[in-house]
């Protein structure tokens, strides 16, 4: 992760600690049940007023810690028994590519973020409900 060449590059693997760091003290913790999981909402992108500009985005600060995702409309979920790690992604449509580049698949956001899966948004329900 780094915002430039002249900036510090921070390594995602410390993004894993700190989930590995959240889900330690989680499990020491009696009121946290078995089987619990951790949500976080990334940040929102937003449009300014009535025109195609966007405001410049800030990812929200938990889920940045946790994760380390630079792209906005993400989720991400830790299971705290396991510590494993999933982030939902936006599906883009195809048209995205014509006006703002490539769209990439579910497995380079699996690589470049160290988590154990990649799902879409629309799919949180059912991956958080029905699999784990």
Known sequence: FQRGPNTLSVSVSLFATN???LCERLRKNDKVAKGAMVLLQGGEEERRYCTDT?????Q?????WAFGVLEPECFG????????????????????????GKIYPKEH????????????????????????
């Open 19 to 21: 989930r590995k760091r």
């Open 54 to 58: 966007d405001i410049l985005f800030r």
């Open 60 to 64: 929200e600060s938990f889920f940045h």
């Open 77 to 100: 979920a830790i299971e705290v028994d396991t510590g494993k790690s999933i982030l939902f992604f936006p599906k883009l449509p195809e048209d995205y590519a014509i006006w703002l």
């Open 109 to 132: 956001f699996k690589t470049k973020y160290e988590v154990d899966e990649v799902f879409f948004v629309h799919e949180v329900r059912t991956v958080l409900v029905f699999d784990h």
